[in-house]
């Protein structure tokens, strides 16, 4: 089956009271001034395509009346009688012009878990402003470490060469519980020992996620921006861990995986490249790793 988006039809959502988008060929270029939607509508796509991975009824609050993390539309709640807040997303077959139509809302989480929808998210790469800010919003003092930007921005759009999904294989370690029912004796010996396998697993398949992104973040940035630079610049992103060990709860540790960034000039290691840098360099050096992460790491 091959479908396309066909209708976006968005209810008391951010900026839309009522708002409805055709979509009549395969690309779609959506522009218009300040506070006109442009933003709002990306957050819908964000937010229905993230639906499916997202536990079963957790995102009734951005639709909630009463709830903090509510996203309706101000002047749509004023109304004595405002409609219900929703999101649906309608597809056609291309050969059978079928239609089908997915909603998420307060009481409805049509996208749990369905697979057209997951790979619809995982085929996605959304880029924000909040990358660009999580790549420079370091203190002088820090170590450049963009795990947690990486985590969050790059990571649930990764698959590794074999074919797993790093982000559920970083799920499963971490809460750092390697043995959440408390078994005893041989159980627990397993339950331990199997924490600790997955934990190497995942440590591998990041350092070959990071190394791969390295890679073409270094050509990306010689393709694009290197011509203007009056010495040469090298980046690199190395990653470190996850690591664990112990086999009981008083032994246990465990280390958070970290994702380091640095760069040389003319061969010349920057030990902190946020207090050498100025924005513009630094904007380019943070297109260069996520554009590559989407090279290399989108299927």
């Given at each position: 089956?091959?479908?396309?988006?066909?209708?976006?039809?968005?209810?008391?959502?951010?900026?839309?009271?009522?708002?409805?988008?055709?979509?009549?060929?395969?690309?779609?270029?959506?522009?218009?001034?300040?506070?006109?939607?442009?933003?709002?509508?990306?957050?819908?796509?964000?937010?229905?395509?993230?639906?499916?991975?997202?536990?079963?009824?957790?995102?009734?609050?951005?639709?909630?009346?009463?709830?903090?993390?509510?996203?309706?539309?101000?002047?749509?709640?004023?109304?004595?009688?405002?409609?219900?807040?929703?999101?649906?997303?309608?597809?056609?077959?291309?050969?059978?012009?079928?239609?089908?139509?997915?909603?998420?809302?307060?009481?409805?989480?049509?996208?749990?878990?369905?697979?057209?929808?997951?790979?619809?998210?995982?085929?996605?790469?959304?880029?924000?402003?909040?990358?660009?800010?999580?790549?420079?919003?370091?203190?002088?003092?820090?170590?450049?470490?963009?795990?947690?930007?990486?985590?969050?921005?790059?990571?649930?759009?990764?698959?590794?060469?074999?074919?797993?999904?790093?982000?559920?294989?970083?799920?499963?370690i971490r809460r750092k519980n390697p043995n959440p029912s408390g078994s005893r004796g041989v159980g627990g010996t397993r339950a331990f020992d199997s924490f600790h396998q997955k934990t190497t697993d995942f440590s591998r398949m990041l350092s070959g996620i990071v190394d791969a992104i390295s890679t073409s973040a270094q050509q990306f940035y010689d393709d694009h921006f290197a011509a203007d630079d009056p010495a040469r610049v090298?980046?690199?992103?190395?990653?470190?861990?996850?690591?664990?060990?112990?086999?009981?709860?008083?032994?246990?540790?465990?280390?958070?995986?970290?994702?380091?960034?640095?760069?040389?000039?003319?061969?010349?290691?920057?030990?902190?490249?946020?207090?050498?840098?100025?924005?513009?360099?630094?904007?380019?050096?943070?297109?260069?790793?996520?554009?590559?992460?989407?090279?290399?790491?989108?299927?």
């Amino acid at each position: 089956m091959t479908s396309r988006l066909h209708r976006i039809e968005i209810t008391n959502f951010k900026a839309f009271r009522g708002f409805t988008l055709q979509s009549e060929g395969r690309h779609l270029l959506v522009y218009g001034a300040n506070g006109s939607g442009k933003s709002s509508l990306y957050w819908a796509l964000y937010t229905f395509l993230q639906s499916a991975c997202k536990p079963r009824n957790s995102i009734a609050k951005y639709f909630d009346p009463v709830a903090n993390e509510k996203l309706l539309n101000i002047h749509e709640q004023a109304d004595a009688a405002p409609r219900p807040g929703e999101i649906a997303f309608t597809f056609r077959d291309q050969a059978t012009k079928t239609d089908t139509t997915y909603r998420i809302n307060q009481t409805d989480h049509g996208t749990h878990r369905d697979p057209f929808i997951l790979r619809g998210d995982l085929a996605s790469d959304f880029i924000t402003y909040r990358f660009f800010f999580g790549f420079s919003d370091f203190r002088n003092s820090e170590r450049f470490n963009i795990w947690p930007l990486f985590e969050k921005e790059i990571l649930p759009f990764c698959v590794d060469t074999s074919g797993r999904n790093p982000l559920d294989c970083w799920r499963a370690i971490r809460r750092k519980n390697p043995n959440p029912s408390g078994s005893r004796g041989v159980g627990g010996t397993r339950a331990f020992d199997s924490f600790h396998q997955k934990t190497t697993d995942f440590s591998r398949m990041l350092s070959g996620i990071v190394d791969a992104i390295s890679t073409s973040a270094q050509q990306f940035y010689d393709d694009h921006f290197a011509a203007d630079d009056p010495a040469r610049v090298t980046l690199a992103l190395k990653s470190n861990g996850p690591t664990s060990s112990g086999n009981s709860g008083t032994s246990f540790r465990f280390t958070d995986p970290t994702v380091q960034f640095g760069i040389q000039i003319d061969g010349q290691t920057i030990t902190r490249p946020q207090s050498f840098l100025n924005e513009a360099k630094l904007t380019q050096l943070a297109l260069s790793v996520r554009f590559a992460a989407s090279l290399v790491n989108l299927h």
